[in-house]
């Protein structure tokens, strides 16, 4: 059964199952069709997630917000061919042709003639 928002059920009213109730107070205002049910919990299940996406980010501090921004444009920016932004400071990065990780000074014997 459902109750339709800003209907008042007087109390002691028992709603049947597969009736849609609306008004003040409720009547019944139509039989529900078949699978509206399963869509209704559907529906109401993906609200729940949404809610729960929506308090994840309004507990964010202004630093949380300032850097998904960035790691968002970089996202948007870098192409995917490229080395990816490490985050982590302790994340390794593999060694390139033997020259060290991307964004590290690399040490061949260009830059240091006596190797």
Known sequence: AVVMPGAIVTPGTEIPK???WGGAPAKM???????????????????MEMAAIHAEECAKDYEEVYHDEQLYIDYKERDKN???????????????LGMGGPGEIFTTTIQDPKK
């Open 29 to 47: 205002v139509r039989k529900m069709e078949e699978g509206e049910a399963e869509a209704l919990l559907r529906e109401s299940q993906e609200v």
């Open 82 to 96: 490229y080395f990816q932004r490490v985050d982590d400071p302790k994340q390794t990065v593999d060694d390139v």
């Open 18 to 20: 597969g009736e849609v």
